[in-house]
């Protein structure tokens, strides 16, 4: 399987516009591959708390159309990173969307964990509440969104509902780095899959971007990483490798699931 991740620059001088144009015909570019992999936030910039509001769109809004458009064009199974979604009721999500190569729309996942604590996405934004998977010809995916990656029973869930492949977009910032390649490698070992790991670069909300996507295979090996620049990373695997290794070493069998609280 071949998945091409794009780590994006998102820099205050481009039009959203402008970028999703960009963004679009960096998908097109990728035509021979299985998946492409866009990172969080790209149209408006994780960090860019001030635009949220006035970028926001609803789920079939231009972002959906324009990367819908891509994945048909590229013919590849497309998960289009993640935009501000503005819902019926008003309230605001950071949304992901996977498209098929026919460009009909696999999945919408709204990211669960919020972050900012007191402020920023964690006070403007709802949470999400269901895990999503999605079904590729090759392997199953788990979608999640940046800060998920620091809440492991999340992809011990989304494991259990059948995800082979874990997918996380990404605006991670680069003081944290050496927390992402740690959490990427982490979640691979513990869950025995595929991590793909998208972040962008640049600079939005005057935090620098960290980059340096990476690709993890189910033993915690690394199989390509990209720089903290503007790049494509494109990597083949065998999705095969993950059911081998679960049960070379069936560390997931041993799971002991609702034991009560300490007294």
């Given at each position: 399987?071949?998945?091409?991740?794009?780590?994006?620059?998102?820099?205050?001088?481009?039009?959203?516009?402008?970028?999703?144009?960009?963004?679009?015909?960096?998908?097109?570019?990728?035509?021979?591959?299985?998946?492409?992999?866009?990172?969080?936030?790209?149209?408006?910039?994780?960090?860019?708390?001030?635009?949220?509001?006035?970028?926001?769109?609803?789920?079939?809004?231009?972002?959906?159309?324009?990367?819908?458009?891509?994945?048909?064009?590229?013919?590849?199974?497309?998960?289009?990173?993640?935009?501000?979604?503005?819902?019926?009721?008003?309230?605001?999500?950071?949304?992901?969307?996977?498209f098929s190569p026919e460009g009909e729309r696999a999945a919408a996942y709204r990211k669960i964990h919020r972050f900012g604590f007191d402020k920023?996405?964690?006070?403007?934004?709802?949470?999400?509440?269901?895990?999503?998977?999605?079904?590729?010809?090759?392997?199953?995916?788990?979608?999640?969104?940046?800060?998920?990656?620091?809440?492991?029973?999340?992809?011990?869930?989304?494991?259990?509902?059948?995800?082979?492949?874990?997918?996380?977009?990404?605006?991670?910032?680069?003081?944290?780095?050496?927390?992402?390649?740690?959490?990427?490698?982490?979640?691979?070992?513990?869950?025995?899959?595929?991590?793909?790991?998208?972040?962008?670069?640049?600079?939005?909300?005057?935090?620098?971007?960290?980059?340096?996507?990476?690709?993890?295979?189910?033993?915690?090996?690394?199989?390509?990483?990209?720089?903290?620049?503007?790049?494509?990373?494109?990597?083949?695997?065998?999705?095969?490798?993950?059911?081998?290794?679960?049960?070379?070493?069936?560390?997931?069998?041993?799971?002991?699931?609702?034991?009560?609280?300490?007294?």
């Amino acid at each position: 399987m071949r998945a091409s991740l794009i780590q994006i620059a998102v820099n205050p001088d481009e039009s959203v516009n402008a970028r999703r144009e960009r963004a679009a015909s960096m998908v097109v570019a990728q035509r021979g591959a299985d998946l492409v992999v866009l990172p969080e936030l790209w149209p408006v910039g994780a960090f860019a708390y001030t635009e949220f509001a006035d970028e926001a769109e609803p789920l079939r809004g231009p972002t959906y159309d324009v990367m819908a458009k891509a994945a048909a064009e590229a013919g590849v199974w497309l998960h289009a990173g993640s935009f501000v979604e503005r819902a019926e009721d008003g309230t605001l999500y950071n949304t992901s969307l996977v498209f098929s190569p026919e460009g009909e729309r696999a999945a919408a996942y709204r990211k669960i964990h919020r972050f900012g604590f007191d402020k920023g996405e964690a006070v403007m934004m709802g949470a999400g509440e269901e895990l999503v998977t999605v079904d590729l010809p090759q392997t199953t995916l788990g979608l999640s969104t940046c800060y998920d990656l620091r809440f492991p029973e999340m992809f011990r869930g989304l494991v259990g509902a059948g995800a082979e492949t874990l997918v996380v977009a990404a605006g991670w910032p680069e003081r944290r780095r050496p927390h992402w390649t740690l959490l990427a490698q982490a979640r691979a070992v513990e869950n025995q899959a595929y991590v793909l790991a998208v972040g962008s670069a640049g600079t939005h909300g005057g935090v620098e971007q960290a980059g340096h996507s990476i690709v993890v295979d189910p033993w915690g090996e690394v199989l390509a990483e990209a720089g903290s620049a503007e790049e494509v990373l494109t990597v083949e695997f065998d999705p095969a490798k993950v059911s081998a290794t679960r049960e070379q070493f069936p560390a997931l069998k041993d799971r002991r699931l609702g034991l009560a609280p300490p007294h």
